[in-house]
């Protein structure tokens, strides 16, 4: 009975969840109230208060469901071949969070984040973003500092300036596909760009 009851809490939250993130994209965050999400999913407002503190937890809690932490990435390219070089690993790494981005769901809660979310109560967007960004860096960095310690990065590139490089041009990427998603596909001229820069950081 309590594995059910564990269960059914769990489905709860994800309703709830599903709510939030169909909800915050057609209105935006501010304008969203919490009765109106548990209405959408056919829940009490009670319902989202035993899952959630308040509106900020819930929408840190549905940001968490597309984090694509990029040591994450990292690992599910070294299973397919662990003998692959720092570079080619960082490639495939890219390639593969941008196939993730192409979900639905990955793209309606990216663009909540990024522009549809005001500054209000407990929520700093930029606060959530510059979080994201901090850890993806430091991750990329350690893959580009092993790459030149192999002597695989160009001799006139840091791995620090290698890493905002790789950064500068995803995130430049991000904020023009989420703008018009159906303007082009992010992966095809991603994927484009990123083969284009490691070849031009490879030594």
């Known amino acids: 009975m309590a594995r059910k009851t564990k269960a059914e809490a769990a489905a709860t939250r994800e309703a709830l969840l599903d709510a939030a993130e169909e909800v915050f994209f057609a209105q935006g965050v501010a304008r969203t109230s919490l009765e109106q999400i548990a209405r959408h999913a056919g829940l009490t407002r009670g319902a989202v208060y035993w899952h959630f503190k308040n509106k900020g937890d819930l929408f840190m809690a549905l940001v968490e469901r597309v984090r694509m932490p990029f040591q994450s990435l990292m690992e599910e390219v070294s299973k397919a071949d662990e003998d692959i070089s720092p570079m080619e690993a960082i490639r495939l790494a890219c390639h593969a969070g ?12 990216l663009s909540i984040l990024l522009h549809r ?22 991750e990329m960095l350690s893959v580009f500092k092993e790459a030149e310690k192999r002597q695989l990065l160009r001799e006139d590139l840091t791995p620090e300036i290698a890493t905002r490089m790789m950064q500068s041009v995803l995130g430049g990427l991000f904020h023009d596909w989420l ?8 992966r095809q001229r991603g994927g484009e760009l990123i083969d284009t820069l490691i070849r031009i950081m490879h030594r």
Not at 98 to 103: H, K, N, S, W
């Open 98 to 109: 941008l196939v993730r981005l192409e979900q639905p769901s990955h793209q309606r809660i």
């Open 179 to 186: 703008r018009t998603p159906d303007a082009f596909s992010i």
């Open 117 to 138: 979310c005001e500054f209000f109560s407990d929520i700093n967007p930029l606060a959530m973003q510059d979080e994201i960004g901090e850890e993806c860096f430091d």
